[in-house]
């Protein structure tokens, strides 16, 4: 999904570091252990549940917003504030989910989190699309985040089961997408850094 290089016609402040490759694939690693938790935990408690997801969304919202200077956005452009908001947003969900152990609550807060998150990186990824390395998987993550938020609130009389399950595979697919995207980066960094 990621493009390999910026077009030359790239808008000044979307140059992102060479190590950008970095923050990605931490936020793959946090998606991809978050849902191979949620395959592999055959019988979750509510309390289970919640530590897990919460602390998956406040991982991924911290590394979000950490990332924003990596990706080459002050945070007071409108850009940046977009991923701002999404990181903040998630970390947010993130210290509820941990506090407040109820399938609804999951659902929802969980739901509220992921859903407005992928529409602030949906927005990103449209308004950036052809302008910037990452625009194509903010686009796809977005999605993968509102599609996510959709279905969680119609699994809430299934139970911790079915909700991590909901949230682990929406993690899943989009820890993949980060996964592509960092390797990606890393590759063509480390191909620029051998040129002369």
């Not at 408690?45 to 200077?69: D, K």
Request: aromatic letters at 8%; hydrophobic letters at 55%; a positive charge.
């Amino acid at each position: 999904m990621t493009q390999s290089s910026i077009p030359a016609d790239a808008a000044q402040g979307t140059a992102p570091r060479t190590d950008l490759w970095k923050p990605v694939l931490l936020r793959s690693a946090a998606a991809l252990v978050f849902g191979a938790v949620t395959v592999f935990w055959t019988s979750p408690s509510v309390e289970v549940m919640g530590w897990a997801g919460g602390l998956y969304l406040l991982a991924t919202g911290v590394l979000s917003l950490r990332s924003v200077p990596a990706v080459g956005f002050a945070r007071n452009s409108a850009p940046g504030k977009l991923l701002s908001a999404a990181g903040a947003v998630l970390a947010g969900a993130g210290f509820a989910v941990v506090l407040l152990h109820s399938d609804l609550l999951f659902a929802v807060i969980a739901a509220l989190g992921l859903g407005v998150a992928g529409v602030f990186e949906l927005a990103c990824g449209l308004q950036r699309r052809g302008r910037h390395v990452l625009a194509r998987d903010w686009i796809a993550s977005g999605i993968i985040g509102i599609g996510t938020a959709i279905l969680l609130p119609f699994f809430v009389n299934l139970g911790a089961h079915a909700l991590l399950g909901v949230a682990g595979g929406g993690a899943i697919i989009s820890g993949v997408l980060w996964v592509l995207s960092g390797l990606t980066l890393r590759h063509d960094a480390s191909t620029g850094a051998g040129k002369p």
